[in-house]
């Protein structure tokens, strides 16, 4: 028997409410569990300041919580050696925040990336950070040499002005479009990330996207998920279920298909001597979820018992690589 499904097996039982339980669910159930097969993706969340405070932003960023502060390009240097020195397999880089254009060692730390082979998925409003001359022309130098593995994908609530500022604060749609805009005109690779905010179905989100990239002259296809994703509502309040290990068979997916299963994040928390990682890019706060301060070291199972686990990955079918 391997030794990780032992200490599945061995670890006490105690059911204590929904989402607790790291091995059984509320009704007894052996809760669903990732084994990580391979380290394709390491996410760098690079602080959560941000110059917006969005509604329902799921790791609470605003101009003044540093709860995860910057992350350092020299940091970022010795994850990267890591994953090298112990053939993780790691194929992208993803930069998070916050807002990644906010940290000042942000560009040298992308450089590092995209200069050793990788390729580079960055998270961007595309707003006045970004837009900044430093660094608008660390991004343009970066694009000379690297365009085919450099990815920004723009964070575009809704395709119309009205529901994005809605969760953005007024004055933020305007200036995203002018960032957008300098990212096109310049010959970067695009994508959008929207939201399924008004309750619309997917096929009418598709199509007023569609709507829009043509009248901005993006030559992006709203179909494709490459192009456009649109993450499931965060709704923190909604009730969700617990996963099984029955519900793989039930719903025909595989833990393969779980953003677990390939990916980690590295943090920066306040006061801390140096990064931890962990198990994902949506829980920043949960202890639970927090796998230690090293790469090698974090490939271990996670259990699937945050609410978020459900609605985002299994049940939403969303990841956050590229």
């Not at 609470?60 to 540093?66: I, L």
């Amino acid at each position: 028997m391997p030794a990780y499904v032992r200490l599945m097996n061995e670890m006490p039982r105690t059911i204590s409410g929904k989402f607790q339980d790291p091995h059984l669910t509320t009704t007894g159930e052996k809760r669903a569990w990732i084994m990580p097969h391979t380290l394709e993706t390491l996410w760098i969340n690079t602080g959560t300041l941000c110059n917006l405070a969005c509604v329902n932003c799921y790791i609470e960023s605003t101009p003044t919580n540093d709860a995860l502060e910057y992350i350092t390009a020299s940091e970022v240097a010795g994850l990267l050696d890591e994953a090298d020195r112990e053939h993780l397999g790691l194929k992208e880089v993803g930069f998070t925040g916050g807002e990644p254009f906010m940290n000042p060692d942000f560009i040298p730390m992308l450089g590092d990336a995209l200069s050793r082979g990788h390729s580079a998925l960055v998270l961007t409003n595309a707003m006045r950070p970004m837009q900044r001359p430093g660094p608008a022309e660390g991004l343009l130098a970066l694009q000379a040499l690297y365009a085919e593995r450099l990815t920004l994908r723009v964070s575009m609530d809704h395709y119309t002005q009205a529901v994005h500022e809605e969760e953005r604060g007024p004055d933020s749609w305007a200036p995203m479009i002018e960032g957008l805009a300098w990212l096109n005109r310049n010959g970067f690779q695009l994508s959008i990330a929207g939201r399924m905010l008004s309750g619309e179905t997917e096929a009418d989100e598709r199509a007023g996207y569609a709507d829009l990239f043509s009248r901005l002259g993006l030559e992006l296809d709203a179909s494709n998920p490459n192009d456009l994703v649109i993450f499931p509502e965060m709704d923190e309040d909604a009730d969700v279920p617990e996963i099984t290990t029955g519900c793989w068979k039930t719903l025909n997916k595989s833990p393969r298909e779980i953003m677990c299963s390939n990916a980690r994040m590295a943090v920066k928390r306040k006061g801390a001597d140096a990064p931890t990682i962990l198990a994902c890019t949506l829980i920043a706060y949960d202890e639970r979820f927090e796998l230690g301060p090293t790469l090698k070291g974090s490939m271990k199972p996670v259990s699937l018992n945050h609410p978020h686990c459900s609605r985002f990955c299994v049940l939403g079918g969303a990841s956050c690589s590229g």
